[in-house]
């Protein structure tokens, strides 16, 4: 086109028309575009925002700090992305500050790419595919959980991880351990597999290659917000969707093998159940919405369970047992409550957790002081709506800072003191979970795990504390503070004296 232009025009006179046309198109559209009244927020930089201050510190401090000076509703940019931050899930006049029918979840390209376009549970758009595939997920825990398989497992990872922790001499780190006996009780529930020591290819296969992507991930990724950076990805972007690559082929073959041994009379693991609900559903809903439920979308979502339920559980496991060591008073009346229910034999079951009332009221608080992922996930807007009388137009992302709501002294008090009295009731059992309580979020997105969740912290534990007690190493400090950076929230690595008690 250019070049038939320039036969009828002099070149110079046809760039000057292109450049005048791209002046005035710009001018157009900023002056007839829609206007917003967004809330306010920290200024940024052209282009990339307010990008290079919330990384490499922890993201949700930098957003608790700038809402003391901006509010509870405010806005910051991450590139080209325009984010509204919530403080809480409620306006000052008591309100929600959010509807879920107006939010659909926020995929970040990264996630977008290593679930092969958002075929996971979690990152997907809600939807008649979404409700229909977590529908399938959600029959295939409860069948699977029925019954004592949930208790087996974890009593299994508790006496493998406790007799290994028993042979170390003096202080050592408990963290390996703990992600030791978290992924038996992952890869176990979902396969049917458990690994006996840390040199296990088993436990290098999934928790190494973890701990890799977790590292690799923390910071989030530029290609997220700046787009032109996706057409020549970062080292960092390539060697996470490789990792990813290679656990969902793991995963794959998992699902492969099951497959092929499947009886129906015989539920053996999680991807067994997750078989037997898709039969049932593919029998009885409609075959098109079926169709689009592939063996791609149930190993994404086995890589969803599997990711998130070992990451998030043993760093909270991670910060409780830091909190113990820290707290001995606490410490010890845990002790008292577990001595009475559990033997030291460490054949947990499910139901032993309706009577461990202030071992469940501590996990709780630690959740509320040191939430793994205190801002979630981010969601986006299905259409223009308003949020503490601002605007927010379709499409932007939504942030909600839960550590902040876990913070917000209107909704705690001594909000900084440790005290799992909070979540007793008058007779010492556990009262309704308050409102302002959300480190699984809440809503039809609320964690898909934390039915197995829940319990399975309790009683790892519970167990724990019933063969061991826990200090800091002699000579050592270390303190409740994270030590970590980007989205996730972690202590960092401590090293403790575990004093075997039976």
Not at 143 to 151: A, C, E, F, I, P
Request: charged fraction near 25%.
């Amino acid at each position: 086109m250019l070049e038939c232009l320039t036969q009828l025009w002099p070149q110079s006179v046809v760039i000057q028309a292109l450049v005048v046309g791209s002046v005035v198109g710009v001018i157009a559209y900023n002056l007839f575009k829609k206007r917003y009244n967004l809330p306010p927020g920290p200024k940024g930089w052209p282009l990339i925002g307010n990008l290079l201050e919330v990384r490499g510190g922890l993201l949700f401090r930098k957003l608790s700090d700038w809402s003391k000076t901006y509010g509870p509703v405010m806005t910051i940019q991450l590139g080209t992305l325009t984010a509204i931050v919530l403080k809480s899930n409620r306006c000052c006049n008591g309100s929600p500050h959010y509807k879920a029918s107006r939010l659909r979840r926020k995929t970040p390209n990264i996630l977008r790419t290593i679930t092969e376009g958002g075929k996971d549970i979690a990152q997907a758009s809600y939807g008649p595919r979404w409700k229909l595939h977590r529908k399938i997920a959600s029959k295939a825990l409860r069948q699977y959980l029925m019954g004592d398989n949930l208790s087996l497992k974890v009593s299994q990872s508790l006496n493998i991880s406790t007799k290994l922790m028993r042979k170390e001499q003096g202080a050592f780190d408990p963290f390996p351990y703990l992600s030791l006996a978290i992924s038996n009780m992952m890869t176990g529930t979902l396969f049917n597999r458990i690994s006996y020591d840390l040199d296990s290819e088993y436990y290098k296969m999934y928790v190494v290659s973890l701990d890799n992507f977790a590292k690799d991930f923390a910071e989030g990724f530029l290609e997220d917000s700046i787009p032109p950076l996706r057409l020549c990805p970062t080292p960092r972007f390539r060697r996470v969707v490789r990792i990813a690559s290679k656990v969902s082929d793991a995963i794959r073959q998992e699902i492969a093998t099951h497959r092929n041994t499947f009886n129906k009379d015989e539920i053996r693991d999680i991807t067994d159940a997750l078989i037997q609900a898709q039969q049932e559903a593919e029998e009885g809903d409609d075959p098109v919405l079926m169709s689009q439920i592939t063996n791609t979308h149930m190993a994404m979502t086995i890589f969803d369970l599997f990711s998130a339920g070992i990451d998030t559980t043993r760093n909270t496991l991670h910060w409780c047992l830091l909190a113990m060591a820290l707290h001995p008073d606490i410490q010890k009346k845990v002790q008292e409550e577990v001595d009475s229910v559990i033997g030291p034999d460490l054949n947990v079951h499910v139901s032993d957790r309706e009577n461990l009332p202030y071992t469940d009221a501590v996990i709780h608080e630690v959740m509320r002081l040191r939430s793994v992922v205190p801002t979630g996930v981010p969601h986006s807007t299905l259409c223009d709506t308003t949020v503490g009388g601002y605007d927010v137009p379709k499409g932007t992302m939504v942030i909600i800072n839960h550590d902040a709501l876990h913070f917000d002294p209107d909704q705690w008090e001594d909000v900084n003191t440790l005290k799992p009295e909070r979540f007793l009731d008058s007779d010492g059992k556990m009262g309704p979970k308050p409102e302002s309580w959300l480190p699984f979020s809440a809503g039809r997105r609320v964690c898909l795990g934390e039915t197995v969740a829940k319990p399975e912290l309790n009683l790892f534990l519970a167990g724990i504390l019933r063969v061991f007690s826990i200090s800091l190493a002699p000579g050592t400090q270390h303190d409740f503070e994270p030590q970590s950076k980007g989205i996730v929230n972690s202590p960092g690595r401590y090293k403790v004296v575990m004093e075997w008690r039976v």
